[in-house]
């Protein structure tokens, strides 16, 4: 299922295995959409642009709601993270309407979506060294955030992450615990007895380089300790519903949310409909530093 034989603004059809799956599980993976060429190309900008220096003193040294703001390259021992893409090569505006996943982002959106496309909200790229640890269990939104009516799915907040490079059970894959999307009982996810697989349930979601994964918010999930030698690298586009306010879900990192009109102005027809949540923020919400 490679991209080269798609045009841009194609919709493909859901099929009613996918969203049955999506629906159980709280997830699916979508197998080869990237091509080799693909791959590589965004391995290269990643690369290029983890070994850039950001001068973000003075963006940095504010805060909002007493929480310090995301760098552009947050980087700690074996774990580099870029975020906000889109501000940093315009080669990653293809994936926000991407012909393959798209389509599927909408139709596990469809029941909350109010007619709008789904909204962008967040872009960035995790690249993972060997001895890396995993984070501890979490979700984007609560399982009352999650919903399904007559045939139609809705999750408020949907992610996608790209694999450009493999993700075994040895990789630092995900973990997740399919279902969790729509469970109401927690458990006490940071005690010692539920890290990684030991947590009920927990299993390993697993890929090659060129596939997608695309999962509810609400899907209880983490991810493995690496143990392989090679940098696991996966991108990953966050999306919300038009009505979510994604500009007060987590007002310090939205100079990496929220893309100006310096850069809206670039994006085809779709890409700025599916960005659109923005105009508003821009105008109204957003800080003079937390901008441009």
């Known amino acids: 299922m490679s991209s080269a034989v798609l045009e841009p603004e194609v919709d493909v059809k859901v099929s009613d295995e996918e969203r049955f799956l999506f629906d159980l599980q709280g997830y699916v993976v979508l197998r080869g959409v990237l091509a080799p060429d693909e791959i590589a190309r965004y391995l290269g900008a990643v690369r290029r642009l983890e070994g850039l220096r950001y001068d973000e003193r003075e963006r940095l040294k504010h805060t909002l709601g007493g929480r310090t703001a995301q760098p552009t390259l947050d980087e700690k021992p074996g774990h580099k993270r870029l975020n906000g893409l889109l501000r940093l090569d315009l080669c990653f505006d293809e994936l926000i309407d991407h012909p393959v996943v798209f389509p599927r982002v909408r139709a596990f959106m469809e029941l909350c979506r109010h007619s709008a496309e789904p909204q962008l909200v967040n872009t960035w790229s995790i690249a993972k060294a060997e001895g890396h640890d995993h984070n501890g269990w ?114 310090e990192h ?24 923005m105009e508003t923020a821009v105008s109204i919400d957003i800080p003079p530093f937390m901008q441009e």
């Open 138 to 251: 979490h979700r984007g939104i609560t399982p009352d955030l999650y919903g399904h009516r007559a045939g139609k799915l809705g999750s408020r907040m949907l992610n996608t992450i790209w694999f450009l490079t493999d993700n075994g059970p040895d990789d630092g894959c995900v973990i997740a615990v399919p279902g969790s999307h729509k469970n109401h009982i927690d458990l006490n996810w940071g005690a010692p007895e539920y890290r990684g697989l030991k947590m009920p349930g927990s299993q390993c979601i697993t890929g090659r380089a060129g596939d997608v994964l695309v999962f509810s918010e609400a899907l209880l999930h983490t991810g493995l300790k690496k143990s392989t030698p090679g940098i696991r690298t996966n991108l990953y586009y966050n999306y919300i519903t038009l009505d979510f306010a994604g500009h007060t879900y987590s007002p």
């Open 254 to 277: 939205n100079y990496h949310f929220v893309m100006p009109p310096s850069i809206r102005r670039r994006f085809t027809p779709r890409r700025q409909a599916a960005t659109r949540w």
